[in-house]
Structures are given as C-alpha cells and as structure tokens.
C-alpha cells in the first residue's frame, strides 16, 4: 500500500494572498504530498444576502482571497510543476453571483467605455445541494427556478511569476491564475512552469458552477475543500498553463484581445504535440486544426482566457508530460481507497 505524506491548511484571516508572487510561503512541502485545503470564496465570505452589494462590502483589490503560497521543495526554475486535483467540494450550501458596475461582458467596462449606463447592481444566492449534486438558480423577477448540475471547480491556480513581478489574483497570465476554466475540475492534472526556487503556487476561488466565458463576470463564488496531489516534472519547461484529464490535453491562453488569448492556447498544443507526440510542426498544426475543441474560459477579466483542447484517443499511445498525470490519477485512487 502506497504511504502518504498528508498536510492540511485552512488560513486565517490574515493569512490570505492577494497576489500571485511577492507573498511569503505559508507552508513548504515536498514533491509527492496530499494536501487538504480550505479556500474562501472571491468575496471573502462577504457577500451573503442580496443586500450585501459587492460595492458596498468589497473594499478592492481585495478579492479572490489565496490559500498559500507554498513552497515546494526542489522546484527550480525551468522545472514544472503538476497540481493533481483529488477532490474539490463545496464547504458552504450556498454560492453568491453578482452584477457589478464595470464590470462583465455586456455592460460597459473601464476597457470599454460606452456611454450607457452600466447594468443595475444586483445579488443572486444560490443553494448547493451536494447530497443531490445540485445548483439551483432562482429568479428575481417571478417564480422561475431551474436546478443546475453542481459542477465544482477552482477559477484560481498559480504560481509566482519570473522577474520579480507580483501579480492580482485577478489576473490570469502565464504564470495561471484567474484562468477561471470549468475544466479546472476534479481528475485533472494542472501543469505549470516554475518561475522561481520553490514555485510558490497558491489557489482559490471556488466555483460551485460556471459557464462557459463567465459572462457577468461572476460564477456561483463558494468556499472550497479542495484535496491536492502536489508533484514536480524536474528539467521540464511549461511556458503556458496545462491541463491533462482521462480523456483530453488542454493548453490555456490568456491575453487581450480574444483572438490573442486562442492563438496563444492553440499555438501551446500545437507545441505539446511535437514535444510528447514527435509530430511535425505543420503535421500538429493541421491535427489541431481538425480536431480541436475551444471553449472560452472567460471573457470579463484583465486577461481573457481560452482552452484548446485535444482528444487523447487521436494521439499516438504515448503518456504525455512524462505520464505524470497516469502516476497522479493512480495515487489518488490509492489515496482514496
């Protein structure tokens, strides 16, 4: 039977980052370790009410409050590191969305200024029934409701960015971050190249459910319990964030505009293929071309993200980043049994 290293850390309220980079470690682990994580939601467990206007609670930047960062010991620059997510549930029964003043895609923003008013601000609760895997949504105006599949995932995973650079939790750039991809879901490997001695990863803001593109800006914000597979990929470069479910391989782009961010992430596995799969740029190029599947991560932060993703079942038979993500998925069910 396969021993574990097991930590857990729930942070105080003073323990909390706000940047990606330029945070002490909260903790230092070595490569191969469980952990078990508490997150709070992007609001801080502020928003609880319809009274409870994000501009009335929320004292900016202050949101998407991370649990770390933590030091991983032996990770080096040019390494990378893989986040293998075991389980991530809610910790709350309920999620909180918003409208918020200048900010989401449909309502002018302070990037693009129009000349009508931005939407009225408002506060949607929503109850999480995890003993039925629910979400359910409830309109303001009338009697409708709709029970939602609970589809929990974390809009926030990164590390400290190179050079020196501190970043929002708000922002999703090389280094991850806000990517806010519902694909960043239990059974998925997160790889990430390591900027600096110890990687220095943190993560938050829970997700309860989220479309696709985040339209409003907002998803169902909950708190997290969130079990992690922390392994390293030593010598092994990762410019953009990565991710490896069962079924697919998947690189995430963020930039502005939107058309950036897509090239971005389907330049990245068009560069994964040659680099695990040995095809020929142009080869990689044209299979991507036919088979790629893009979803929008999302289209309302400083950065828009966007995933490429690949079927594994059209590649070659081979494990990818150095069949990390087989090892991980085999450790977790260890773990669980």
Same mark, same amino acid.
């Given at each position: 039977?396969?021993?574990?290293?097991?930590?857990?850390?729930?942070?105080?309220?003073?323990?909390?980052?706000?940047?990606?980079?330029?945070?002490?470690?909260?903790?230092?682990?070595?490569?191969?370790?469980?952990?078990?994580?508490?997150?709070?939601?992007?609001?801080?467990?502020?928003?609880?009410?319809?009274?409870?206007?994000?501009?009335?609670?929320?004292?900016?930047?202050?949101?998407?409050?991370?649990?770390?960062?933590?030091?991983?010991?032996?990770?080096?620059?040019?390494?990378?590191?893989?986040?293998?997510?075991?389980?991530?549930?809610?910790?709350?029964?309920?999620?909180?969305?918003?409208?918020?003043?200048?900010?989401?895609?449909?309502?002018?923003? &302070?990037? #693009? %200024? =129009?000349?009508?008013?931005? !939407?009225?601000?408002? +506060?949607?609760?929503?109850?999480?029934?995890?003993? $039925?895997?629910?979400?359910?949504?409830?309109?303001?105006?009338?009697?409708?409701?709709?029970?939602?599949?609970?589809?929990?995932?974390?809009?926030?995973?990164?590390?400290?960015?190179?050079?020196?650079?501190?970043?929002?939790?708000?922002?999703?750039?090389?280094?991850?971050?806000?990517?806010?991809?519902?694909?960043?879901?239990?059974?998925?490997?997160?790889?990430?190249?390591?900027?600096?001695?110890?990687?220095?990863?943190?993560?938050?803001?829970?997700?309860?459910?989220?479309?696709?593109?985040?339209?409003?800006?907002?998803? &169902?914000? #909950? %708190? =997290?319990?969130?079990?992690? !597979?922390?392994?390293? +990929?030593?010598?092994?470069?990762?410019?953009?964030? $990565?991710?490896?479910?069962?079924?697919?391989?998947?690189?995430?782009?963020?930039?502005?505009?939107?058309?950036?961010?897509?090239?971005?992430?389907?330049?990245?596995?068009?560069?994964?293929?040659?680099?695990?799969?040995?095809?020929?740029?142009?080869?990689?190029?044209?299979?991507?071309?036919?088979?790629?599947?893009?979803?929008?991560?999302?289209?309302?932060?400083?950065?828009?993200?966007?995933?490429?993703?690949?079927?594994?079942?059209?590649?070659?038979?081979?494990?990818?980043?150095?069949?990390?993500?087989?090892?991980?998925?085999?450790?977790?069910?260890?773990?669980?049994?």
């Amino acid at each position: 039977m396969t021993e574990f290293n097991v930590v857990s850390f729930s942070p105080e309220p003073g323990q909390f980052a706000w940047t990606f980079g330029g945070v002490p470690p909260v903790m230092k682990v070595r490569p191969g370790t469980v952990m078990r994580l508490w997150s709070e939601d992007a609001f801080g467990g502020r928003v609880r009410g319809e009274g409870d206007l994000v501009s009335r609670v929320i004292e900016l930047p202050f949101v998407n409050p991370q649990t770390g960062p933590f030091f991983v010991d032996g990770a080096e620059p040019g390494d990378t590191l893989a986040i293998h997510f075991i389980s991530i549930m809610p910790s709350r029964d309920w999620g909180a969305s918003s409208t918020i003043p200048l900010f989401g895609s449909l309502t002018p923003t &302070v990037r #693009t %200024a =129009m000349l009508s008013e931005p !939407l009225p601000e408002r +506060i949607w609760v929503y109850e999480i029934d995890v003993s $039925r895997e629910a979400v359910i949504f409830r309109a303001q105006s009338g009697e409708y409701s709709v029970e939602l599949p609970l589809d929990p995932m974390l809009g926030t995973v990164g590390v400290a960015p190179a050079a020196f650079e501190a970043r929002s939790s708000l922002v999703p750039d090389m280094f991850g971050g806000n990517m806010d991809t519902p694909e960043m879901r239990a059974g998925v490997t997160c790889y990430l190249g390591v900027n600096v001695e110890g990687a220095l990863f943190s993560l938050g803001d829970g997700h309860a459910r989220q479309g696709e593109g985040e339209t409003c800006g907002v998803a &169902v914000e #909950t %708190a =997290m319990d969130t079990v992690v !597979l922390v392994d390293l +990929i030593k010598s092994r470069a990762t410019s953009w964030p $990565r991710l490896e479910s069962d079924d697919y391989l998947m690189s995430i782009g963020s930039s502005r505009p939107l058309e950036d961010a897509f090239r971005i992430a389907h330049a990245d596995l068009v560069g994964w293929l040659q680099q695990d799969f040995g095809l020929e740029p142009l080869d990689a190029y044209q299979l991507v071309t036919q088979a790629a599947e893009t979803p929008i991560a999302n289209a309302v932060d400083p950065n828009y993200s966007v995933v490429a993703k690949i079927r594994k079942s059209y590649l070659p038979t081979v494990d990818a980043a150095a069949g990390m993500h087989t090892s991980c998925r085999e450790r977790a069910r260890s773990f669980r049994a």
